[in-house]
């Protein structure tokens, strides 16, 4: 892989701790795979992933803080959580609608499944899983944006 300048936040939603520990693995080890600097902010579940986005996006407008990009790592499985929708939708949602009203690239890996196999079956792999997915789409839209504005990659 080539290695890249940028350094992105990594928002870990904590709820399933064994998915979040295979995601975060993934998305550690494609980071120090190609150079990335990261920075780890853990959150209770997927609906807190996209405040916290929105928190660091103000702050990096104020000049208080300096990131790349980010990668929402999370799970929600539809059999354990009565309001499987509703934080499906928000938080898939309001990530989106932050990243692009703030030109942040995001890297999205909260899983989405029926059952807590399919979410293991999705996170599990290190670098080949979701979590590694995360970062690579994330690289890719940090160079995308670095394009537009012909700065350096």
């Given amino acids: 892989a ?12 904590r709820f399933y701790e064994d998915i979040s520990d295979l995601l975060a693995e993934g998305a550690v080890a494609e980071c120090e795979r190609r150079g990335i600097t990261y920075e780890r902010i853990v959150v209770p579940g997927a609906l807190e992933i996209p405040q916290v986005l929105g928190a660091a996006a103000a702050a990096r407008e104020a000049g208080r803080t300096t990131f790349d990009g980010a990668v929402a790592l999370g799970c929600v499985i539809r059999g354990e959580t009565a309001h499987y929708d509703i934080v499906c ?6 990530l989106m609608d932050i990243a692009v009203r703030n030109e942040v690239p995001v890297g999205n890996a909260i899983l989405t499944v029926d059952t807590h196999a399919q979410a293991v079956a999705r996170a599990e792999g290190g670098i080949k899983g979701k979590g590694g997915d995360a970062v690579r789409a994330c690289v890719r839209l940090i160079e995308t944006k670095r394009a537009f504005w012909g700065a350096p990659a």
Avoid: G, K, Q, T
Avoid at 2 to 13: D, G, P, V, W, Y
Avoid at 89 to 94: G, L, P, S, Y
């Fill in 2 to 13: 080539h290695h890249i300048r940028a350094h992105i936040l990594i928002i870990e939603a």
């Fill in 89 to 94: 939708n928000n938080a898939n949602h309001w």
